[in-house]
């Protein structure tokens, strides 16, 4: 059973920094993608940034140049950096993992972020 645990996520101020960690855990599990998604209130999920074995990455336009993704596959664990945060980042901010080998698609529980003065 694969496990996604996330944390980092709370409240800042515009122009803030917050850091979010997204920790995975199973039994053969084989990290190929991990990523970022968010839902705000009343929209849709959507991608924030990707990190593909190799370290390829790829982000919403949105958040180019202000969230950095990283991935530690020592200890499956992958990483947020969000600077220069505004208030439309406010969202639910959720972690994915697959597993192209296994087949698998897993999600975290999600964490809040907010953003407001």
């Known amino acids: 059973q694969v496990e996604l645990v996330e944390s980092g996520g709370g409240s800042v101020q515009p122009g803030g920094s917050l850091r979010l960690s997204c920790a995975a855990s199973?039994?053969?599990?084989?990290?190929?993608?991990m990523g970022w998604f968010r839902q705000a209130p009343g929209r849709q999920r959507e991608s924030v940034a990707h990190?593909?074995?190799?370290?390829?990455?790829n982000y919403a336009d949105s958040v180019k140049g202000r969230f950095t993704i990283s991935r530690d596959d020592a200890d499956n664990t992958g990483y947020l950096q969000m600077n220069n945060l505004r208030p439309e980042d406010t969202a639910v901010y959720y972690c994915?993992?697959?597993?192209?080998?296994?087949?698998?698609?897993?999600w975290g529980q999600g964490t809040q972020v907010t953003v407001s003065s």
């Open positions: 990190i593909i074995n190799g370290g390829r990455t």
């Open positions: 994915n993992v697959q597993d192209w080998e296994h087949g698998g698609n897993y």
């Open positions: 199973g039994s053969g599990l084989s990290i190929s993608v």
